[in-house]
């Protein structure tokens, strides 16, 4: 299993900002597919889910309504759109898949919010 993270940045607030992540390894459209982010100094934090089909996605509270989860079965890749960026959004944003019981993760990529 291998998953491979990109489109992080340097960004201002308000800003967006299109995180893509290519899979391998497994049955892509299979899977639940999650974005995990960790911030400084804080824990590992589920941002957003989607299904294997892609008709049901979920949120953490803080990201409804400027974050969205997507995804390309036909590519492998999952995608998370993001608008509205703050300060608080900065952190390194992970990829993740449950496989046979155990969690992979991408290398991760940083976001960065600042003026």
């Known amino acids: 299993v291998q998953l491979v993270e990109s489109g992080g940045g340097l960004v201002q607030p308000g800003g967006s900002l299109r995180l893509s992540c290519t899979a391998s390894g497994f049955t892509f459209s299979s899977y639940t597919m999650r974005w995990y982010r960790r911030a400084p100094g804080k824990g590992r934090e589920l941002v957003a889910s989607?299904?294997?089909?892609?008709?049901?996605?979920n949120y953490a509270d803080s990201m409804k309504g400027r974050f969205t989860i997507s995804r390309d079965n036909a590519k492998n890749t999952v995608y998370l759109q993001m608008n509205s960026l703050k300060p608080e959004d900065t952190a390194v944003y992970y990829c993740?898949?449950?496989?046979?019981?155990?969690?992979?993760w991408g290398q991760g990529t940083q976001v960065t919010v600042s003026s």
């Open positions: 989607i299904t294997s089909s892609g008709d049901s996605t």
């Open positions: 993740n898949v449950i496989y046979a019981s155990k969690f992979y």
